[in-house]
């Protein structure tokens, strides 16, 4: 009964692949989001979507690709993977009508090689 | 833009002793804040928020925070730590018009001495 899950939980890969995460929320919420935590552990937003919806898009490479297909899931696809995006990428889901705070996903440690 | 600070990166305390957390934070209208906890290896779990009304708000594990519009704050405190409350510790601050993106400080890390 979680309420936002991710997949995998860690992610090993060499530089240049290309990888998926997968989220998915079964609250009910419009309003979905990626985090990334560096190694500092600063966290910040990298995209949101509302009602599938692309909404905030903050400066991230063009590698980075998020994708959702319906209101309960968002992935994040990145492309030719670099040392520098090793970090663990966090899924969110709020409700924007009911103004709700965000729920946080367990988060994918991503580590490139 | 909004932005948020925690000024002590580490804050190291003795169990059963209280806590106090500092949070400043800048927002150009009236701001949704929360505090989130970090425990190793897991996710943001939610302490408290502060949408409107009250400016002290109670929150889970016995802590609680207080909003000051005019310092700019929305410190955290706990009477009596325990030694599971060890973490990292997140203050943010939301932007209705900007999609309900959060906005976070850099965290402060507690240690809790036995």
């Known amino acids: 009964d979680t309420a936002v899950s991710q997949t995998p939980k860690y992610l090993v890969t060499q530089m240049g692949n290309d990888k998926s995460i997968k989220c998915e929320q079964n609250?009910?919420?419009?309003?979905m989001y990626w985090y990334k935590q560096d190694s500092k552990k600063f966290l910040k937003i990298m995209f949101s979507?509302?009602?599938?919806?692309?909404?905030i898009n903050e400066t991230v490479p063009n590698r980075f690709s998020p994708k959702s297909p319906d209101k309960a899931h968002l992935n994040l696809h990145i492309n030719s993977l670099e040392l520098g995006d090793s970090a663990v990428y966090f899924c969110?889901?709020?409700?924007?009508?009911?103004?709700?705070?965000?729920?946080f996903g367990q988060g994918t440690r991503l580590t490139v090689v | 833009a909004q932005s948020v600070t925690q000024p002590d990166i580490h804050i190291t305390v003795s169990e059963g002793a209280s806590l106090e957390l500092r949070c400043n934070y800048s927002?150009?209208?009236?701001?949704?804040l929360f505090w989130y906890v970090q425990s190793p290896g897991q996710g943001l779990q939610l302490l408290l928020k502060?949408?409107?009304?009250?400016?002290l708000v109670q929150g889970i594990k016995g802590f609680e925070a207080e909003f000051k519009r005019s310092q700019s704050s929305f410190n955290l405190r706990k009477p009596s730590v325990h030694w599971s409350d060890a973490a990292e510790y997140f203050c943010?601050?939301?932007?209705?018009?900007?999609?309900?993106?959060?906005?976070f400080g850099g965290g402060t890390r507690v240690l809790v001495k036995p």
């Open positions: 969110a889901s709020s409700s924007r009508t009911a103004n709700t705070e965000a729920f």
């Open positions: 609250l009910g919420h419009d309003t």
């Open positions: 979507y509302n009602n599938k919806e692309l909404i």
């Open positions: 927002y150009g209208a009236t701001p949704y």
């Open positions: 502060y949408f409107s009304g009250d400016t």
């Open positions: 943010a601050v939301g932007a209705r018009a900007a999609g309900n993106k959060l906005t």
